[in-house]
């Protein structure tokens, strides 16, 4: 078994005013060659973006783009003519293909938007742009892992172009759980968003990630009210 450790403070930083976003790689202008990305995970920004405002019109091409929505409402429009919100409970999936323009907007004038974006590499490079969001309302299970991505379309949650798997879990404290890697050869970046973990024996706290890889599963222990991502992805 192999593991990096990222802890919260070691993040790159960006404050812009209207935006305050936290990269757990190289992004924008901070550089980390040791910090590229975690197998196919490219990007994995942490962003707070103030009242009424939000990232104008810009284009991506050939990555896979997912959002998680954790606090908030954000409004999405694309030049393939979809126009959204998203919002807690929501997780939209954007394939970029052979190029997309986007714009996404916090909606709401009197309250800030909190939302991870994260980046995929696809293993199909030149697709044919699409979007798709969904809610996991009715996915959410307490004390356990429920998908909330996957490579299949008629799986649970969004589907992207990666042999990836992502999973949400609410536990409550002392919980015991395990998780099993779906395909050979994946790693898995666990990622705490609240509370703290302990994972295959690594001690985890609020925002702190950490890629393992070169097994099979994954023991992880809660120390109070906690939640994760687990992002599953292949290293190669």
């Given at each position: 078994?192999k593991?990096?450790?990222?802890k919260?403070?070691?993040?790159g930083?960006?404050n812009?005013?209207?935006l305050?976003s936290?990269?757990?790689?190289?992004?924008g202008?901070y550089?980390?060659?040791?910090?590229m990305?975690?197998?196919?995970?490219r990007?994995?920004?942490?962003?707070?973006?103030?009242q009424?405002m939000?990232?104008g019109?810009?284009r991506?091409?050939?990555?896979?783009?997912?959002?998680i929505?954790?606090?908030?409402?954000?409004e999405?429009?694309?030049?393939?003519?979809?126009?959204?919100?998203?919002?807690?409970?929501?997780?939209q999936?954007?394939?970029?293909?052979?190029?997309?323009?986007?714009?996404?907007?916090n909606k709401?004038?009197?309250?800030e938007?909190r939302f991870l974006q994260i980046?995929?590499?696809?293993?199909?490079?030149?697709?044919?742009p699409r979007?798709?969001?969904?809610?996991i309302?009715?996915?959410?299970?307490?004390?356990?892992?429920?998908?909330?991505?996957?490579p299949n379309?008629d799986d649970d949650g969004?589907?992207?172009?990666?042999?990836?798997?992502?999973?949400?879990?609410d536990?409550?404290k002392?919980?015991?759980?395990?998780?099993h890697?779906?395909r050979k050869?994946n790693g898995?970046y666990?990622f705490?968003?609240?509370?703290?973990?302990t994972?295959?024996?690594?001690?985890?706290?609020?925002?702190d990630?950490l890629?393992?890889w070169?097994?099979?599963?994954l023991?992880?222990?809660?120390?109070g009210?906690?939640?994760?991502l687990?992002?599953e992805?292949?290293?190669?």
């Amino acid at each position: 078994m192999k593991t990096i450790l990222h802890k919260a403070d070691t993040r790159g930083h960006a404050n812009h005013g209207w935006l305050d976003s936290h990269h757990s790689f190289s992004f924008g202008g901070y550089h980390n060659p040791e910090r590229m990305n975690f197998g196919v995970l490219r990007v994995l920004n942490d962003d707070v973006v103030a009242q009424g405002m939000g990232f104008g019109k810009h284009r991506h091409d050939n990555m896979e783009i997912i959002s998680i929505p954790l606090f908030g409402d954000l409004e999405h429009r694309d030049s393939v003519g979809n126009s959204t919100v998203i919002k807690e409970g929501d997780v939209q999936v954007m394939s970029a293909g052979t190029g997309i323009y986007h714009s996404e907007y916090n909606k709401n004038q009197d309250k800030e938007v909190r939302f991870l974006q994260i980046w995929l590499f696809p293993n199909q490079k030149n697709v044919q742009p699409r979007y798709d969001q969904i809610s996991i309302e009715n996915l959410k299970k307490r004390n356990q892992f429920y998908q909330v991505l996957s490579p299949n379309p008629d799986d649970d949650g969004v589907w992207v172009y990666q042999d990836a798997w992502f999973h949400l879990g609410d536990f409550d404290k002392g919980v015991e759980t395990s998780y099993h890697l779906k395909r050979k050869g994946n790693g898995v970046y666990v990622f705490v968003l609240e509370g703290e973990a302990t994972v295959n024996g690594e001690a985890l706290q609020r925002r702190d990630g950490l890629g393992i890889w070169d097994t099979e599963q994954l023991s992880i222990t809660t120390s109070g009210n906690t939640k994760i991502l687990l992002m599953e992805v292949p290293m190669g």
